[in-house]
Each structure stands twice: as C-alpha cells, then as structure tokens.
C-alpha cells in the first residue's frame, strides 16, 4: 500500500517530463542523427543547434521580440485589471453583472476571429509589425482573465478594511497602493501568471501582427525548412529555450498559484 503511495504519482510524473526529456534530448542531436535512428540519448553530442540561436540574430532576437511583448502586455494586462476589479468587488451598479459576464465572453472568443480586424486597425495606425501591437492585441483576452482573477480576491477581502483605512486619514489613492495591494499579492501574483503564459504560448495573432522587426520566436519556429527538409534539431533546441522562462515566472510565484487555488478564482 505505502508503495503505491508514491509509485502512482512517480509513474504521472515521469509520463509528463517524458516529452520534455526527448525535446531537450533531440536538442543536442543532429536532424540526420533524429531522422536515421531511434535512440533515448543523443549518441553524436553536439551544442551546434544552440551555437546557431545564439549567433544569429534572426533567433535571439526573436526571444527578445517575445519577452518585450508579453512583458509589456502582462504589466498592462494587470495595472489595468486592478481597478476594474476593485470597482467589481466594492460596487454595485446597474448592469455590473451584465458588463462583468460580457468582459468574460471576450476572453471566450478564438483569437482568429479579431485576427483580421487587428491587422487592419494596427496597420492603418501604423502600429503593425510593433511590440505594442501584439501587446495591445494580447490584452482583449488577458484582462478579462486578470478582473475575474482578482475579483475574486478582492471580494474575500472585508470591506471593513477600506472603511478603516479612510478613517485613520487615507486617501485612495495611499490606501489602494500602501494596504489594498500588500493584501492581495496573491491574486496578482496568479494574475501575472496567467497573462504572461497565455501571451507567451499565442500564436495567431503573434504571427499575424507582425512581419520583420518584431516577429516572435514561436513564428520563427514555423520557417526552419530548408532545401533538405526541416531542420528537426534546431527547432528542438528552439523549443527547448522557450520552456526556460515560463519556469522561471512558474519558480517565482509558485507560492502565489498554490494560495490562488486555495483561496481564489483559479
């Protein structure tokens, strides 16, 4: 009995670390080594797939082109939610829930169906083929998630503590960033967590919205075909990196997910 105890969980794991190991494995592999033989390790080692991202600017810049996008929609995504979600949780007034549930079908919609719009609007205003293009974009779905995630934690927040506050002499403004904001760390630790996932794994609109100067790294994955056929170790070695900051952000607010699930909207 006490075996099972930890063989069932151990088995799960090791099921869902599977792909990730042959990703990484496949990385340090040539796409000849992929494509002639089946292995479980890389039997030519080679760091040639990183040495080519690293040293051509096509690839590193399109990480940094992902980062700078999805960084300044999750700042945004968030800074924006906030007080919405304030006004949500503290208020009431005619139609909130009407407004709330319509907020909440924006994050419902497919991402194809504003991907045409986008594209139009951004590139008659000469935002096309922009960091805050995509970023922009991006937020249609992130700050409906972010405004139900907080909502959520601002209402389990007693209302006694504004009441207090204004009376020992806070304005607003001191009270929401001094108090208000230390109090719901958690909630805004699992809000960022969303948006910046959701920003960094879309596609379509990424791709879409962009040409040259800030294509993402997802969409550069798309055109690695060469005369000789995709090159397999190189997209692995590409895939491979994008996981690193998604852990990193993961690492960071892990503490933040655990108390969203056992006190929040998660």
Do not use: C
């Not at 924006?106 to 504003?114: G, K, S, Y």
């Not at 389990?156 to 001094?178: H, N």
């Not at 904001?181 to 920003?199: D, E, K, N, Q």
């Amino acid at each position: 009995m006490k075996t099972t105890k930890w063989l069932v969980p151990t088995i799960y794991i090791l099921f869902l670390l599977l792909p990730i190991y042959w990703l990484v494995s496949m990385s340090f592999k040539s796409t000849n080594e992929i494509l002639g033989s089946f292995t479980l390790w890389p039997q030519n080692f080679t760091l040639e797939n990183y040495i080519t991202i690293f040293t051509d600017s096509t690839w590193y810049m399109g990480y940094f082109n992902s980062l700078s996008y999805v960084l300044i929609n999750t700042v945004l995504s968030v800074t924006v939610a906030l007080p919405a979600a304030y006004a949500f949780s503290r208020f009431h007034f005619m139609g909130d829930k009407h407004l709330f549930f319509w907020l909440l079908t924006n994050r419902m919609a497919p991402a194809a169906v504003f991907a045409l719009p986008f594209f139009q609007l951004y590139s008659s205003i000469g935002l096309f083929d922009t960091y805050i293009a995509v970023a922009l974009a991006h937020t249609l779905f992130n700050v409906p998630l972010t405004v139900w995630i907080l909502e959520g934690f601002m209402s389990g927040i007693p209302k006694q503590l504004d009441e207090t506050a204004y009376i020992d002499g806070y304005s607003f403004t001191r009270f929401f960033i001094k108090i208000f904001i230390p109090t719901i760390l958690a909630g805004i630790g699992v809000a960022l967590f969303f948006a910046f996932m959701f920003s960094w794994v879309e596609l379509l609109l990424a791709k879409t919205l962009t040409a040259v100067h800030a294509k993402p790294i997802a969409a550069l994955m798309t055109k690695t075909a060469s005369s000789s056929g995709y090159e397999l170790g190189l997209l692995a070695a590409a895939g491979s990196l994008t996981i690193i900051p998604g852990a990193i952000v993961v690492y960071f607010v892990r503490n933040y997910i655990a108390k969203g699930f056992a006190l929040g909207r998660v």
